[in-house]
């Protein structure tokens, strides 16, 4: 049995930081001159101002009594002292850790938000405990994060909790599974209303249509672009349902599985278990028509290959989804990456045995060609081809 979707959408971060390294790095002289010998500043002005929004730097130039000037690249008049010092990196090394841990626990992802975006101050209308707020775009009022944090020796470690905005989780049934919690009866009936009909509005999670599996170091908002796909959410969950004959109100998430370098793969889930894949490739991929088209199953299938069934697939746009797409069934079993290094040696030498098999079964088919395999309703009338009988 599959287990069942966590019913609310909690995001999680944490992030361990070394003291002495944030030391060294805001002690690092940094040459703010033509003349390296006649003007000096260190690290720090530069640090401060990349991770800190304007409030944190107010208050880190208010509680070490330093000059206004600081985030502004100044040489500080006063010498720092090393118990100052100390002090400022503990400091700072609390911060980057709690700013760490609240991207990688944003709703989009550590690369949809920027340092400066993640604010972290003392809850104001509670005891005083640390919290993170999310400023969009620099704004003044954001998400709130619950936020932990502790000191141990030359460490610093922080750890964030982070939620999807109320409005998203409501309105969504792939997000509120009304039947096994009691306490919100009185809203299964609304809920059950809305079931097929703005599932686009429900889904405006961007993790569906962004990359957020790494970051780049060259061109990154090119690179981004490029793996990004904007595609119907409603259309996907009707022709994912219409494939397995279920009533869109029968779905209870879609996530996004894994993405590679050519295409991004989402899990659908129905309320007994079951699972679909839905594989839709980057724009940059090409050529999209034949990557996408079906491969015949029955030929592999006859010849005792593990393959998945194929539900249903689109080899260009012009469709309601909007993009192509292929539909399969998920395997049963788990992914041998999550347990390859928890068996032994002798399980490993088994599971190897079996993949060479299936290899040596599959180059074992005898074909009049080479080249990739295809319905011949999906090659064009001018493209040479080879029948094959089935």
Known sequence: MKPTPFPFLLNIGTDIVHIPRIQRLVARSVTAGPNPNTSQRTYLSRFVNRILCEQEQAYFKSKFQLPSSISDGAVTSKPLTA???TEIARWLAGRFAAKEAARKAAPGGASSISWKEVMVRAEVDGDG??????????????QIGKLSISHDGEYVVATVIAATPERKRFLCPFYLPVKNMRFLSRLSTS?????????????TNRELFEYTSGRFLFNEERRLAELRVQFNPDALAAAICRTVS?????LTSITKLAEGGF?????????????????IPYHSMAPKHYAVAVKPPPLLHSHGLPVPKVLGYSPDRTNDIGVEYLLMEEMDGQPLGDRWFTIGNKTRAKIMKHIVQAEARFMSISLPASGSLYYKKDLGASESNIPLSE
């Open 129 to 142: 405990r640390p919290e993170v707020v999310y400023l969009p775009e620099g704004d003044s009022i954001g």
């Open 246 to 250: 279920r009533l869109v109100s029968d």
């Open 191 to 203: 809920v059950r209303k809305l079931g097929a009909r703005s599932m686009s509005t429900q889904n």
């Open 83 to 85: 118990q100052t010092s």
């Open 263 to 279: 295409n991004r793969v989402l899990q659908a889930t129905v309320n007994d278990g079951y699972a679909v894949l839905a594989r």
